[in-house]
């Protein structure tokens, strides 16, 4: 009786255990001018994080005009109304905390990371931002940004071995009106073209406060900031309401086969679909499936071709989350001597036996385990990209729950093998994907069968 009664006890405690809610507490409250702020504290050390979303992105923009939401991310750092150009980052040094920001096709993010007395100076500094951009913007600034901007593409796309990939496959994934269909970064002739006239007007109707998000972590005092954040964005005027975005559909209904050539070593091979956005059904699935293909050298695909038979140099597959429509992406550079074709044949080889046959539990769990540890690793950090004051703006951004952590992790929990078998054969198609092939220079016979040659 007493050993039944210890293992019940037992049984209950781990079950406790396996129940527990991973939470973030956090205080919202919303400015007249439609401001959202989150605080969350965290007294761990005496640090804070100030991080703000603008909700637009490169998906925004209009097809012609291209790279604007790419182009504030420079011109935000340039000055304001009442910081001159280069004190942004001065001051901030001084104080012993960085700052930097980002963006992609949803969202633009800022944020500075210091110490806990630096926080009335980063609030300072984002309302300026927000509020007296335009008072200290010229068309000099802004055409010295374009130009950053414009060898910015050159160096991070033109003239990188691959680099115009990405641009090719989002071009023929989705159609010429399609949000994505463009790169964050933008066109070189949308670039010139834009006048100073536009670049003001997307900033007056996008950078506003009722189209932002402001998520201060770390070692606060919440009624002390909320009272600091009213000081300096009460009165940074409201900008026009945002429509939601209704994009047209993005399916694929045959399988397109293309080749360029490049300045490269080795021919490299992009297989990638179509799948669901960013916390849809089937999202998690297919990041678990991504691990269990190419998450390391015991994974499938990374195995056979890198260590079995030795005819990849690299490999690799994941899930491209985004807000309104995701990508998956296949990833294989061959070894000298070898074709795409060889790659593409051990690849569709592997695709075939997970949609006949659901991976094994301990691939499966291998892959949540990983995930777990690392979602874990990253609530310890307040601050930077990925962490908690970043995750917070996240969740709130494409779920309306800033607190989402606890439901984010159970996606991938709750997962079994016929799960990922499910979602292998729902999205992962032979007539509805882009097979990319680049090849170098004068070597097309390394392309895949029936490419056809495209000019980046």
């Known amino acids: 009786m007493r050993r039944l009664l210890c293992f019940l006890l037992f049984a209950i405690s781990i079950s406790a255990a396996q129940e527990l809610r991973i939470s973030v ?38 097809p012609g005009r291209t790279g604007f939401a790419h182009l504030f991310e420079h011109i935000m750092f340039e000055g304001s109304g009442n910081v001159p150009e280069g004190k942004f980052d001065e001051w901030l040094e001084a104080a012993g905390a960085d700052n930097n920001g980002s963006t992609n ?56 071995p691959y680099g115009m990939s990405s641009i090719v496959l989002s071009e023929n994934l989705y159609p010429a009106d399609h949000p994505y269909h463009w790169p964050t970064i933008g066109y070189m002739q949308d670039l010139s073209a834009a006048s100073y006239e536009d670049v003001v007007e997307f900033f007056k109707n996008y950078y506003t406060p009722n189209n932002a998000s402001l998520v201060i972590a770390g070692d606060i005092d919440p009624a002390g900031t909320k009272a600091l954040v009213e000081k300096w964005f009460r009165d940074v005027p ?49 990041d678990v499936l991504a691990d269990v293909l190419a998450g390391g050298k015991n994974s499938r695909i990374y195995k056979r071709l890198v260590y079995e038979l030795q005819i990849a140099q690299d490999v690799s597959a994941f899930q491209s989350s ?23 044949r051990i690849i569709q080889e592997e695709l075939d036996k997970i949609t006949a046959e659901a991976p094994s ?14 979602f874990l690793d990253r609530l310890e950090r307040v601050g930077s990209f990925g962490g908690k004051a970043d995750r917070l703006n ?63």
């Open 25 to 62: 507490p956090y205080t919202r409250f919303v400015l007249p001018n439609g401001l959202n702020v989150i605080l969350h504290e965290d007294h761990l050390i005496p640090a804070v994080s100030v991080n703000i979303w603008y909700h637009v992105g490169s998906g925004r923009e209009k």
């Open 105 to 160: 096709s949803d969202r633009t993010n800022y944020f500075e990371d210091g110490p806990s007395n630096a926080l009335d100076l980063a609030l300072f500094l984002e309302s300026d931002r927000m509020a007296n951009l335009l008072s200290a913007m010229s068309p000099s600034k802004v055409d010295g940004q374009r130009d950053v901007v414009k060898n910015e593409r050159r160096q991070s796309y033109e003239n990188r």
């Open 238 to 286: 409201a900008g026009p309401p945002m429509q939601p975005l209704a994009p047209p559909p993005a399916v694929l209904t045959e399988e397109k086969r293309l080749m360029f050539e490049d300045r490269v070593q080795l021919p490299r091979l992009y297989i990638v679909w179509h799948s669901p956005a960013m916390f849809a059904p089937g999202d998690a699935e297919l």
């Open 322 to 344: 985004e807000a309104l429509s995701s990508t998956f992406w296949i990833v294989a550079t061959a070894r000298a001597g070898h074709t795409l074709a060889e790659l593409e």
């Open 361 to 374: 539990l301990k691939e499966v769990q291998r892959a949540v385990n990983q995930f777990e540890a690392g």
């Open 394 to 456: 996240s969740y709130f951004f494409h779920t309306g729950n800033p607190d989402y952590f606890h439901e984010d992790l159970s996606r991938y929990k709750a997962l079994d093998p016929n799960d990922i078998r499910a979602v292998a054969q729902t999205y992962l198609k032979r007539n509805a994907r882009v097979v990319l092939s680049i090849v170098p220079q004068g070597k097309k016979d390394l392309a895949t069968p029936g490419s056809k040659e495209v000019k980046p």
